[in-house]
């Protein structure tokens, strides 16, 4: 057996030990990436080998000590962690790997000796985590690498740790703003950003090893007996857990059995049911188990299943009983089934497909059973084709308007902000706010934590089907035209038809892509339209009076010549990283026609020293200036837009806060990354302010009085020099999240912090804070205290009774002490406590009394020596 397939086996029974026992993360997904990078290297190398004829290959040439993989990564991300695990395991494997400041004589200069390692290396593998951009270093390794693979010298297999791979193609969240601060910091030149940002993009397209986040192994199965027996009634039921093989579900399963097996007159266990069944002696061992197990005797045999089925009706009619059935294939009602389920009719027949379970469990909840029935008949009549029924069903169930979201999203707005996608569905009748729920109730799509939409790519592909049925040979003649080829066809052969309604392009910088306006005349129903370094002739003033969205990133100079198109209806305008200045004629063409312009996205217009001047007349609602890093005015005519909700200035030269007396409507200021000093509201004003979020600002020292912020739920300080809080700051009544991680200068909070009745998150990291006001145990709705990396010194007794603090977090807290006596019976909902690298010596009785404890972190608690008896639902790590 091959080392690939020898790792592959060890992997899958790694992620099965992993649900049952704690097991770290980073080392589990370094082997499984072992088992794939063997395995891709394999198949390539096939191919390639066959590809050449015996004659034409070329001698194989080996250079004493040379590399077979070269690994980039970002060290502060992952240098002592999954990186290190898979540099082991490679080299273990007898691979030898070449990683930075690894096998370098002292003294010799990195850089030749980097690119020399890229050129030699048979294998690269990138591991982009998070961070990733922020590296020069990384980013030109990025640009080798690719360098030497168009060359066929190398085989580059990336793994994406940790990190959506649309942020990492298009330069989106916090992976983005890495790039940027890079960028600012270092003054790159345009050129540079070009490559880069195209090693980026190329990278995210190459097939490699996508390693999300591991679930942490929390198991919920902790319920008071009572009211699990009171659930269960008098009536037989039956008890599912569902989900793909290796997650937990029998361990689940079996800790429920453990809790509740008492309260019944009899019980029993089964394994292997789908097995075992299959065979003819199997089945009479299953009935003979069953019926010992629950009369608690030895083996009793049965001729026939008949003469089972009415023992056991006889004899165990009266008597309540719980039976375990591990992986049944066909259910039948017992008394009591606890079923850990490969099983149950709807979930066989929706071939066990996580994405398939989901999506039909989120279309049949709350039906009637008539409906469950009809549902399960129809799948059965289309055997091969079971996943595709479940997502037609979940499809056919949505409203027309909501049919048109999903299709797009599918389409074009995976990756995007679902607050700007709006704009567009809003007008175009497609009632966005209720659609965007059908999608969410019926697992269709996600939205991510800031807002961006996500579907998974089998939803993806099943609405790109959809929309290729419309018309299966002529792309022109669908709806939409998301492939790069078929809308260049259509546009280039003038083939476009009224029944396209959006269409996207995307060419790299520097391509010669150029369109007449006479390919635009037969769309006048086209409301999306991406243009990404495209090149028009003539001005479309009189064409595409139906567009309310263009996107078109990196705008060619001379097309800046010719703005004249119509923007009668445009909702939303992005020109990202375009040589658009303030002398641009297209700003007095959108000032007199954008009536209706709802979005402007100027992110990396680089010549913009200030944002244009903007007409009173126009109703602009968010308007995005990241990374306009020479953008260090804010002109007056800002306070013309009284209808702006949002605005983004993050990494911006700005040094003061504009004058936004007027902008009456904003709900949403960002500032991250600038050079502002203060923060400071005139009295009567921001009043609407939801959000206000200052990250990295290192020259933020000081915030003046914002208890007229009344609004404000959202306030983030990360990264600031601020010494102090006001007290003002327990005037804001309606604050949920507040986070001042790694405000290093910072030493103490006030004591009005108190004041904050809706607070439900406060991260303290890695500040100078070392304990906690004695207020903060008025802080009822509190759900996540996070202070990790601080001296504080003894477990806060303000915390003790707070009834919905659910996490804890005091990771790296070297000072910390739990004293003896310390109750923390209060913390009646804490799921999670995190105590890993303190210096704790014992964990109070108390701790134990903590039913929905679900994870306690332990790790590299050196002076701890004795844990007290928890139940065996809690996960503890060592």
Known sequence: MNWASRLWKLALLFIALSSAVQIASRALWALIAVAVILDLAKKRRRNAESCKSPASSPASVTFPGSYKVFMSFRGLDTRKGFADCLYTSLTEKGIRVFRDNEELPVGKNIKPSLTEAIKQSKIAIPIISEDYASSKSCLMELQKMLACNANN???????????????????????????????????????????WTKALRDIGEMKGLNLAEINDGKLDVDFRDGQAVETIGDEGCVVGICGISGIGKTTVAKVVYNRLYHLFDGCAYLENVRERHAQVEGRKTLRSNLVSQLRNRGSQEFSTSDKAMHFVKNRFS???????????????QLTQI?????????ISATSRLPLALEAVGSCLLFRSKEVWVDTLKKFEGAPHKRVEEVLKMCYEDLDENHKEIFLDIACFFIGQDKRIAIYMWEDSGFFPQ???KALLVRSLVKVGENNELWMHEQLRNFGWDIVRKENPREPCKRSRLWN??????TLKERKGTEKVQALGLMFDRGTDACFTCEAFYPLQNLRFLKLDCAYIERNLQNLLSNLRWLDWKICPEKTLELPYFNVENLIILDLSWSRVNLRWRGWELIGENAKKLKVLNLTGCLELLEPPAFPAPIKLERLILESCSKLSLISPSISNLCSLVSLNMKFCDVGELPDLGFTKALKELVIDGTFIDTIHFREGTKEQLETLSACKCQRLKQIYEIDHLRSLSNLALDGAAIKTLPVSIGALGKLQRL????????????????NLKELQFMDLSNTGVDELPNSVKHLDNLKVLKMEFTCIGKFPEAIQNLPKLEEIDFFRCWNLEIQMDCDLVGLSSLRVLKLSYTHISHLPESICCLSNLQMLELRNCKELQVLPEFRSSVIIQR
Do not use: W
Not at 318 to 332: A, G, R
Not at 484 to 489: M, R, S, T
Not at 739 to 754: A, D, F, M, V, Y
């Open 153 to 195: 010298e190398q085989m580059i297999i990336p793994i994406f740790y940790h990190v959506d791979i649309s942020h990492v193609k298009h330069l989106k969240g916090s992976f983005g703003e890495s790039f940027y601060k890079l960028v600012k910091k270092e003054r790159i030149g345009r050129e540079r950003i070009d490559a």
């Open 318 to 332: 009266n008597m309540k009983v719980l039976i375990f059935l591990d992986d049944v294939h066909d259910s039948e």
């Open 338 to 346: 606890q079923v850990t389920l490969q099983i149950m009719a709807i």
């Open 434 to 436: 209720e659609g965007i």
């Open 484 to 489: 790069h080829k078929e809308a260049l066809a």
């Open 739 to 754: 986070s001042l991680r790694n405000c290093q200068e910072l030493t103490e909070i006030p004591r009005s912090i108190g």
